[in-house]
T-cell receptor, first 111, second 112 residues
């Protein structure tokens, strides 16, 4: 059974600092997704990573995938308050796009 | 496209009552998912459909839960009878296949 682990689960950052969220998964998969969720809202797709070595960037966020290590990272550069949200990684379990989600990382950026 | 549409947005019901949640996926998407989100258990996949056929319902917590997808543009998740521990946010999501899932706004269910 596929297990997805994120760490840290809670991250409090100062504005302007850099940090990385990690997503490890337990079985082979080459499809990984990052989502953002604001309080009381739905999940918004951020990145789709579909192959080993994939790297995607959008603004201050950059995501990468290492399928051999079964690891994805979400790097935050020069954090701003608007990035405060919960970030989830989700891994395709291989059965027709069945996604297994990590527990989420609550990010709080302090000004 | 308006995205995945769920109704109702909020539902408050008494224990023992039947609850039906509704979902309209994005047109052209052939996969549909029902998720439940709680503080304690996070996001759990309850069931997913591919081309209107249930593929995996192993996440459905018990027989009180049932889901149907009578056609490509509509799905329901029913709880009968409802219990307080069913209180959660229920999300429906759809996907065009080997791509990310797009989520609806969710239904916040409170069972008192």
């Amino acid at each position: 059974e596929l297990k997805v682990e994120q760490n840290p689960l809670f991250l409090s950052m100062q504005e302007g600092k850099n940090y990385t969220i990690y997503c490890n998964y337990s079985t082979t998969s080459d499809r990984l997704y990052w989502y953002r969720q604001d309080p009381g809202k739905s999940l918004e797709s951020l990145f789709v990573l579909l192959s080993n070595g994939a790297v995607k960037q959008e603004g201050r966020l950059m995501a990468s995938l290492d399928t051999k290590a079964r690891l994805s990272t979400l790097h935050i550069t020069a954090a701003v308050h608007d990035l405060s949200a919960t970030y989830f990684c989700a891994v395709d379990a291989g059965y027709g796009n069945k996604l297994v989600f990590g527990a989420g990382t609550i990010l709080r950026v302090k000004s | 496209d308006a995205g995945v549409i769920q109704s109702p947005r909020h539902e408050v019901t008494e224990m023992g009552q039947e609850v039906t949640l509704r979902c309209k996926p994005i047109s052209g998407h052939n996969s549909l998912f029902w998720y439940r989100q709680t503080m304690m258990r996070g996001l759990e996949l309850l069931i997913y459909f591919n081309n209107n056929v249930p593929i995996d319902d192993s996440g459905m917590p018990e027989d009180r839960f049932s889901a149907k997808m009578p056609n490509a543009s509509f799905s329901t998740l029913k709880i009968q009878p409802s219990e307080p521990r069913d209180s959660a946010v229920y999300f429906c999501a759809s996907s065009p296949g080997t791509a990310e899932a797009f989520f609806g706004q969710g239904t916040r269910l409170t069972v008192v």
